[in-house]
């Protein structure tokens, strides 16, 4: 027994590292009360050495802790991903005047990003409905805090206190679905509930029922309509990074858990020999999926139009872009869930650029407003290129990264003949187009208006954007290791 | 047929030229306007040279369209290649460039007006630097359009010049130049996603085996998508005239209609050219419409040439809309750019008609009539800027007897104006004639046919009557003073009336290097499209 647990340890390795992060960073900002910026670096040297630890599990396949997790390429890949944009946070945080302002408090702001983080990896891998109410507990309660993190700023205030309440339903929901899945095949692991589901005659409409609630969690997690009330109010109110980090990381965490929960519980066995999976027989989940797809994608991209403040518009717009990465998981296909993956690694570099974009610019002009963008692309034009080219890579079109992204998840749907849902994908890019090139307008065609002097940026800034732009260009040119990486990826832990 | 320079080829050089004088213009300091507009006029210089060099080495007996082995100066390499899996067949992606006498032609076309746009940009100041990197970015998406053989790489191409075209309406636009701008985008954009949508379903129908390993690949080779035997059975498109294949077609018909554009998908068009910059215009109405067409013959043609064929009439029918309802909706004009911008719709239906009608003089014409309408409507443009430039109205009442105070101008108008009408001996007769003749031909579109032409006579009364209206009549005295054109403005102009000319008395020129091409588009769109008739 205890030599198991040590074995099933040592293929827990990162996360035992971010726990004693948490703690080292706790303990360090007790002693060092001034020094931010050593809270900073011991936080970013956890999480690069927990992302490398990851790397060491590459192509790995096994469970631990008897069915609790599993480490597998699939769980890898979210890993690596999380890892990601939690030292591209950190590194924004370091040139955040919003979290610099409250440098006192740095030992809160950094050991809970690293529980965010932690949560984040235990959702990635989790494999028992336990795990994963426990995993998402663990996220959520570090986010609300942090999305309140800016005390004096009442906006920050409410984002919190509405995260709680719409997160503390959600969890409530999915916790009663799950109970009802417990209930009706006495299992909480998911390959002992899908063991039971497809032997057994189960009831259809419990199953639904239970089904619906449990995507009451998911949906909240990747702020799926019409779970995504909360979303642009804590986006707005919380500090800019925090905000990056949840629009990413939080969103991949939670379409990793949804993808492994519904992929290992509602379907009938492996996947065929061409890729495809078969929905457990009678209960077609994928299409309540395709409609939630068009639900989020359509009102995300149009209420995105109305947005006056870019927080917000960005917000709404990670919300169209949960509904497209949907449509990767409603063709129920290896293909599909590869789309996704690769869609999450061009999503990681555009996404956290835009937000990055808004961070320097509101460190230097205080605001958030499209307002203020006037004329933007004259005052800064590295400012001004670098949001065209990560706009045009959200939108979608080549030759940037978020071509590729959209390109996979079309050839994913047109394989699996899902053609309407492709068209409904491609009108709603279009419609994405004239948000994004709203911005671009006030930065380029209006001119500015007050104080238009030139901003200028540090060295440290710069690089930091660079190291987002230039993937978000490659990618768009040269994209086959990450195609190769997501197909590789797709390979969850099943017990045969 | 290939040519390299410095070890590159040249179909890359070409394409990418403009790129490096991107680069050039990106770099040079801020309060050197002079050196600017140079490395500008010497980048596309440059790439007229070699596009001249192409036309001179071009080998006239070779076909292309569906034959990788009589294309010219093809340059191919692996691009993208992704290990298969068992559930996901290869991808590989080719950098497959070459040409034949379809895209000649264009090439040729996109080079000479990127250089004279260049110079018709002479009097820009605002943001130059941006305004000359956004030209030639254009610049590449252009050339890059038509000389990819690879359907990724095409999208890819057609895509890059949305985002310049949208920066140089709407900075150096005129005062509604937001609206119009965005609106070009938009309807662009909804073109190009239902085009993307039927680019990845004949990506999957299409499979071809690699010769080394045997292994089948999905491919984007646009020549593989054209050879019938390589779809697979059961896949989407698989067979002829199905349901799939069908909306495979219309959705990339759409794509290209918005283009070129065809009613009703034409409202964009007015907008843009009215508000963009003389120079935008010129390259909007001499290079971008004509990818809409090519679009159709490079694409659609060949790969579904029994729809092609099956829907000829209705094809013939939106020209015959294009052309007569341009040309009316030109004689309601009182903006000389707007009176323009409707004659290019006009001018265009001529192209579809001459493709409706799917025999060589049809073809011949549809194709020359791009080239030549290229050039002449790029000078009608020139000629609107010049004398906005000068008298800030483009309100065709406002002026009168112009010729008194502007000779040589008046005398360069006059070709363009009787070039665009089509007078024998200029080049637009020719195309015109040829155009109308195929179409003719075909006992289907006869009264169509006969029914467009109402269109000449309608181009003839619009284009004289502004004549008369601009040109001759009582001097304004209000524009009295207003001088002639001066040396840039000249050099713009006269190598298109030189070619316009030239062309007008001696077509070979240019005919010569379609004809082969042609034929056998031709040929292999009526034998495609004979298939589905053999289906019970």
Not at chain 1, 42 to 49: D, P, Q, W
Not at chain 2, 513 to 533: K, Y
Request: with cysteine; glycine share 8%; hydrophobic share 55%.
């Amino acid at each position: 027994m205890g030599r198991q647990v040590l074995e099933n340890l040592s293929n827990f390795w990162p996360e035992t590292v971010l726990t004693i992060t948490v703690c080292v960073a706790i303990v360090a900002n007790l002693i060092f009360r001034k020094n931010a910026k050593l809270i900073s670096y011991i936080s970013l040297a956890g999480v690069l050495t927990a992302g490398f630890l990851v790397t060491r599990q590459i192509g790995m396949s096994q469970s631990v802790f008897s069915g609790m997790a599993a480490v597998d390429p699939f769980a890898v890949f979210f890993k690596l991903l999380i890892a990601t944009t939690s030292v591209v946070i950190i590194l924004f945080s370091m040139y955040s005047a919003e979290v610099q302002a409250t440098f006192k408090r740095a030992g809160e702001y950094y050991s809970l990003l690293a529980a965010l983080t932690l949560g984040m990896f235990l959702m990635a891998g989790a494999t028992n409905l336990l795990m994963m109410v426990l995993a998402m507990e663990l996220t959520s309660l570090s986010s609300y805090i942090l999305a309140g993190y800016t005390k004096e700023a009442p906006d920050s205030s409410e984002a919190s206190l509405k995260y709680i309440i719409y997160g503390a339903l959600s969890s409530g929901l999915m916790l009663y679905g799950i109970s009802i899945i417990f209930g009706l095949t006495g299992a909480t692991d998911v390959y002992g509930v899908n063991r039971a589901l497809v032997s057994g005659q189960t009831s259809y409409i419990a199953l639904l029922v239970a089904s619906i609630l449990i995507i009451a969690g998911f949906g909240y997690k990747i702020s799926a309509v019409p779970f995504h009330f909360w979303t642009p109010d804590v986006y707005e109110g919380a500090p800019v990074t925090i905000t990056a980090f949840l629009s990413v990381a939080s969103k991949a965490a939670g379409f990793a858990m949804m993808i492994r929960f519904f992929f290992m519980t509602l379907t009938v066995g492996a996947p065929l020999s061409d890729g495809t999976w078969l929905a457990l027989q009678g209960f077609e989940w994928n299409k309540i999926l395709a409609i939630l797809s068009v639900l989020t994608m359509t009102l995300g991209n149009l209420v995105a139009v109305w947005q006056n403040n870019l927080k917000r518009l960005l917000a709404y717009s990670s919300i169209a872009h949960a509904g497209y990465m949907l449509m990767g998981v409603v063709v129920l296909s290896d293909k599909g869930l590869a789309a996704v993956l690769i869609y999450f690694v061009v999503y990681l570099f555009m996404n956290l650029g835009a937000f990055y974009v808004v961070m320097l610019v509101a460190n230097k002009t205080g605001s958030e407003d499209i307002d203020s963008y006037k004329g933007m692309g004259y005052r800064s034009p590295l400012i001004g290129v670098a949001m065209v080219i990560f706009f045009i890579s959200l939108t979608g079109l080549p030759p940037t990264a978020g071509f590729i992204g959209k390109l996979f998840l079309f050839v994913a749907l047109l394989d699996a003949k899902w053609i309407w849902l492709a068209v409904v994908g491609a009108i709603n890019s279009v419609v994405s187009l004239y948000y994004y090139v709203r911005v671009l307008r006030n930065m380029f065609l209006r001119d500015p208006e007050g104080d238009a002097g030139l901003i200028r940026f540090s060295p440290g800034q710069v690089i930091i954007l660079l190291v987002l732009l230039i993937p978000t260009l490659l990618f768009g040119i040269y994209y086959a290791p990450i195609v190769e990486f997501a197909n590789a990826s797709v390979l969850m832990f099943r017990i045969q | 047929m290939e040519l390299h320079v410095l070890g590159v080829g040249v179909l890359t050089w070409l394409t990418f030229l403009p790129i490096i004088g991107m680069v050039a213009v990106l770099v040079l300091p801020k309060n050197n306007p002079a050196a600017v507009k140079w490395t500008a006029a010497v980048a596309t210089f440059l790439q007229l040279v070699l596009a001249a060099i192409l036309f001179v080495m071009f080998n006239k007996s070779m076909a292309g369209i569906n034959d990788a082995a009589s294309m010219q100066f093809v340059e191919r390499f692996k691009w993208i290649d992704i290990q298969s899996q068992s559930w996901f067949g290869r991808i590989q992606i080719e950098y497959f460039m070459g040409i034949d006498g379809l895209s000649g032609p264009m090439v040729l076309l996109t080079a000479l007006i990127s250089f004279i746009a260049v110079f018709a940009s002479w009097n820009i100041e605002k943001a130059l630097k941006g305004y000359m990197a956004m030209l030639l970015l254009l610049d590449t998406g252009m050339m890059g359009v038509f000389v990819s053989l690879d359907f990724f790489l095409f999208y890819v191409f057609w895509e890059v010049m949305l985002l310049p075209m949208y920066f140089l309406i709407g900075v150096w636009g005129g005062p509604r130049r937001e609206y119009a701008a965005i609106k070009f985008f938009l309807y662009t954009l909804l073109g190009s996603v239902l085009m993307l949508l039927a680019m990845i379903a004949l990506y999957f129908s299409v499979a071809i085996t690699d010769p080394a390993t045997g292994e089948k690949i999905h491919t984007f080779n646009m020549l593989a998508m054209m050879n019938p035997a390589n779809f697979e059975p059961g896949s989407l498109l698989y067979g002829f005239g199905t349901y799939w294949r069908y909306l495979a077609y219309i959705a990339l018909f759409i794509g290209f209609a918005i283009k070129v554009p065809i009613f009703p998908f034409h409202t964009w068009l007015p907008d843009a050219h009215v508000e963009a910059p003389t120079a935008i215009s010129v390259i909007l109405a001499g290079v971008l419409l004509k990818m809409g067409t090519y679009g159709l013959l490079r694409v659609s043609y060949p790969m579904f040439p029994e729809i092609a064929t099956a829907t000829a009439w209705y094809l013939a029918l939106l020209a015959f809309i294009n052309i007569v309802y341009g040309a009316l909706c030109a004689m309601a004009q009182k903006d000389f750019k707007k009176l323009i911008a409707y004659s290019s719709i006009s001018h265009m239906g001529i192209v579809l008609l001459g493709m409706a009608a799917l025999n060589t003089q049809g073809m011949l014409g549809a194709v020359f009539q791009m080239f030549n309408h290229g050039t002449i409507t790029a000078m009608l443009f020139l000629i609107v800027g010049v004398i906005y430039d000068r008298a800030h109205t483009r309100d065709l009442d406002a002026f009168g007897g112009l010729a008194l105070t502007m000779p040589k101008y008046t005398g360069i108008m006059t070709v363009a104006f009787f070039a665009a009408l089509g007078l024998p001996g200029l080049s637009g007769f020719i195309s015109e004639a040829f155009a109308f003749l195929g179409a003719f031909q075909v006992d289907k579109l006869r009264i169509i046919t006969i029914a467009s032409t109402l269109g000449i006579v309608l181009t003839a009364a619009y284009m004289l009557w502004t004549l008369q209206r601009v040109f001759l009549g009582q001097p304004n005295e209000k524009w009295a003073k207003l001088p002639d054109i001066n040396p840039v403005e000249t050099f713009t102009l006269v190598p298109l009336a030189v070619i316009v000319l030239v062309l007008g008395i001696y077509p070979s020129f240019m005919l010569d290097m379609m004809t082969t091409s042609l034929n056998h588009l031709v040929d292999f769109v009526s034998r495609g499209g004979a298939a589905v008739a053999m289906i019970p």
